[in-house]
């Protein structure tokens, strides 16, 4: 997680009230080092907004409890060893979940990696559902085609 994730989040107009009286005690009292650094870091922010993101890999805890319009985009842009990597986190978290509503999400997440994965290859997921698809992974099969 950078610095700039949460910074975004918190909109402008939260930001002068809290600085403004904050710069001005300092200000008085210690001269204009507060003014200065003030402006310094308000740079680095700034710079730090502008950087590009990188795009990871969604983690399964964020996917999880997405409506599925939320969830298909993403999933179509996903490799499918990013695909693989998610259904073998996914059957973790399924397994580790204990409150019914976080067994649903995951589940849906769940056939929703299956529908994408059934669409990019059909007849790797019928070999793989064909043998024992809790005790294998499904890389095996969809790298082979």
């Known amino acids: 997680m950078s610095l700039g994730n949460p910074l975004d989040r918190v909109p402008w107009w939260v930001w002068v009230p809290l600085l403004a009286p904050l710069a001005l005690v300092f200000t008085v009292m210690l001269g204009w080092f507060p003014v200065v650094a003030g402006l310094i870091g308000w740079l680095v922010?700034?710079?730090?907004?502008?950087?590009?993101?990188?795009?990871?890999?969604?983690?399964?805890?964020?996917?999880?409890?997405?409506?599925?319009?939320?969830i298909e985009p993403i999933l179509h842009t996903m490799s499918?060893?990013?695909?693989?990597?998610?259904?073998?986190?996914?059957?973790?978290?399924?397994?580790?979940?204990?409150?019914?509503?976080?067994?649903?999400?995951?589940?849906?997440?769940?056939?929703?990696?299956?529908?994408?994965?059934?669409r990019r290859d059909p007849e790797a997921m019928d070999r793989w559902l064909a043998d024992r698809p809790d005790q294998s992974d499904p890389r095996t099969y969809i790298d082979e085609s």
């Open 45 to 70: 922010v700034r710079l730090l907004r502008q950087q590009p993101r990188r795009l990871s890999t969604p983690q399964v805890n964020e996917l999880a409890g997405q409506p599925a319009e939320v």
């Open 80 to 118: 499918n060893e990013d695909l693989c990597r998610l259904w073998e986190n996914s059957s973790r978290a399924v397994r580790s979940a204990y409150l019914p509503a976080s067994i649903s999400s995951h589940v849906r997440l769940r056939q929703a990696l299956l529908d994408e994965m059934e």
